[in-house]
């Protein structure tokens, strides 16, 4: 019994297409979240493609109903061994993104795996089929070496409604807190920071989404008869919009910025190269906040967002003012922002600049919290020198996710050290047409995995340990 045999297990089901036929079989199901009318194929997705997988590797398992109306399922299951000392959660998620099926290029589609040299084409590929995926086959080949025992136990949350917000996610969690129960999260999702470069992260930043909203009439009027004697609210909205966040992207708003970034962040990120990846959009030097570094500004500050916004009919524009002006926002802000008041700083920060016109309100359903666990934990000197051992490389070591993720559910509702390592990259085209995985990395990310679940079986109750003096 010996580690390098759980990392040859991992790769040969690459090299056999074992693994290739397990994910073409789930890219094949549409369990597209965002359309109506999906609510039997995000069933399907757990009943047929994940469940009798994980029952061959001992799991009991359970589904449960969304107590958000009109939402997908969660599967909870759970690997238990008699006296075990430790216990693991892992997560994943099978819903996926609309599929855009007639945005792909041509011979491509949504729900079949295509392969062109290194890139595996389908929805879902990589994020997040192909990513959970992978994370099992890597423990079943860990369970396999093992001669059928893990020396500890493991646990799963898979949902079926990540692409719209996690909905109940956090009830499900909260109800079920004591069978979700562990010592350790590790899961995967989002990319690396580069294609070549293993990554650990430990959170993600947080996501706040509002709307700004001007309705200054019913209906457009003729700009010629009107120009002049009517306000705008297309200009009113651009003009306020000025005043959240400068021409060079620099937050205005006090409350909307985060604190100095901490000492063990700063030195976390320091090394690191954004935009190298060939197929990376390029880098602007200048902006975002001054004085920070790009890796500063992507993984350790706020990041305020205009995504979208309208006034008339820009698709084919008349001659008129419009009546009525609107913008959707996102604020992307890391741990120790004042989460809880971002809403009554937008208003206060407009009525004090003779806005009191324009509505704010936020999108709740869109809403993630800000998350990190501390660079100097043992888990993640223990991971990382996991990941080094098993991919001969240094892995890259992020304090946050620059995206979000729900890892608030398990970092606070649950109170878990969490480990995230993705499986992706950042050219992938996730949410796009042409999603992608590539297949140096999957097979890279199976012998990482299954060094992982092994060392944690061999050294999970010394970290839990040296974990408790830590904290002392």
């Known amino acids: 019994m010996a580690r390098s045999q759980a990392l040859q297990h991992a790769w040969q089901a690459f090299d056999s297409g074992d693994f290739l036929r397990q994910l073409e079989a789930r890219v094949a199901v549409r369990s597209e979240s965002?359309?109506?009318?999906?609510?039997?194929?995000?069933?399907?997705?757990?009943?047929?493609?994940?469940?009798?997988?994980?029952?061959?590797?001992?799991?009991?398992?359970?589904?449960?109903?969304?107590?958000?109306?009109?939402?997908?399922?969660?599967?909870?299951?759970e690997r238990i061994e008699a006296e075990a000392a430790l216990t693991l959660l892992t997560y994943g998620h099978g819903d996926v993104v609309r599929g855009y099926d007639d945005q792909w290029r041509e011979g491509l589609s949504p729900w079949r795996v295509v392969i062109e040299g290194e890139r595996w084409y389908g929805r879902g590929t990589?994020?997040?089929?192909?990513?959970?995926?992978?994370?099992?086959?890597?423990?079943?080949?860990?369970?396999a070496a093992r001669g059928g025992t893990l020396g500890y136990n493991v646990k799963l949350i898979l949902e079926m409604g990540e692409e719209t917000g996690s909905p109940g996610l956090k009830a499900v969690c909260e109800a079920h807190r004591d069978?979700?129960?562990?010592?350790?999260?590790?899961?995967?999702?989002?990319?690396?920071?580069?294609?070549?470069?293993?990554?650990?992260?430990?959170?993600?930043?947080?996501?706040?989404?509002?709307?700004?909203?001007?309705?200054?009439?019913?209906?457009?009027?003729?700009?010629?008869?009107?120009?002049?004697?009517?306000?705008?609210?297309?200009?009113?909205?651009?003009?306020?919009?000025?005043?959240?966040?400068?021409?060079?992207?620099?937050?205005?708003?006090?409350?909307?910025?985060?604190?100095?970034i901490p000492t063990a962040v700063k030195e976390a990120v320091a090394s690191l190269e954004v935009g190298a990846t060939p197929g990376d959009p390029t880098v602007d030097p200048n902006w975002g906040e001054p004085g920070l570094l790009p890796p500063e500004r992507l993984f350790a500050w706020n990041t305020l967002e205009l995504l979208a916004i309208k006034a008339g009919n820009p698709d084919a524009p008349v001659n008129a003012i419009p009546g009525e002006a609107y913008a959707h926002c996102q604020l992307r802000f890391v741990v120790g922002s004042d989460r809880e008041r971002f809403l009554d700083h937008l208003r206060q920060h407009l009525d004090a600049h003779g806005f009191e016109d324009i509505e704010v309100s936020s999108a709740r359903m869109s809403q993630m919290n800000a998350t990190r666990l501390d660079p100097t934990d043992p888990w993640v000197s223990w991971a990382l020198a996991s990941?080094?051992?098993?991919?001969?490389?240094?892995?890259?070591?992020?304090?946050?996710?620059?995206?979000?993720?729900?890892?608030?559910?398990?970092?606070?509702?649950?109170?878990?050290?969490?480990?995230?390592?993705?499986?992706?990259?950042?050219?992938?085209?996730?949410?796009?047409?042409?999603?992608?995985?590539?297949?140096?990395?999957?097979?890279?990310?199976?012998?990482?995995?299954?060094?992982?679940?092994?060392?944690?079986?061999?050294?999970?109750?010394?970290?839990?340990?040296?974990?408790?003096?830590?904290?002392?």
């Open 126 to 143: 990589a994020d997040n089929k192909g990513q959970h995926t992978l994370n099992f086959a890597a423990l079943a080949s860990v369970i």
């Open 179 to 260: 069978r979700l129960a562990a010592d350790l999260f590790i899961a995967s999702d989002g990319p690396r920071l580069s294609a070549d470069s293993p990554t650990l992260f430990l959170g993600s930043r947080g996501s706040f989404n509002f709307d700004l909203r001007l309705r200054a009439r019913d209906g457009a009027h003729h700009s010629g008869n009107w120009g002049g004697v009517l306000s705008n609210p297309a200009t009113r909205l651009a003009n306020a919009w000025s005043t959240l966040v400068d021409a060079h992207g620099r937050i205005l708003i006090d409350g909307l910025r985060p604190p100095a």
């Open 387 to 472: 990941m080094r051992e098993s991919s001969g490389k240094t892995p890259t070591l992020l304090p946050n996710l620059g995206g979000s993720l729900p890892n608030d559910i398990f970092a606070e509702t649950l109170g878990l050290p969490t480990l995230w390592v993705p499986h992706s990259y950042p050219a992938c085209s996730q949410h796009a047409p042409d999603e992608h995985a590539l297949a140096s990395i999957v097979r890279e990310g199976l012998g990482i995995m299954a060094g992982l679940w092994w060392d944690l079986a061999e050294q999970g109750r010394d970290i839990v340990k040296e974990r408790e003096q830590w904290h002392r």
């Open 34 to 77: 965002q359309e109506a009318g999906r609510d039997d194929e995000l069933r399907r997705y757990l009943t047929d493609f994940v469940i009798p997988d994980i029952e061959k590797l001992g799991f009991t398992w359970e589904i449960v109903d969304n107590p958000v109306d009109g939402f997908g399922p969660f599967l909870l299951a």
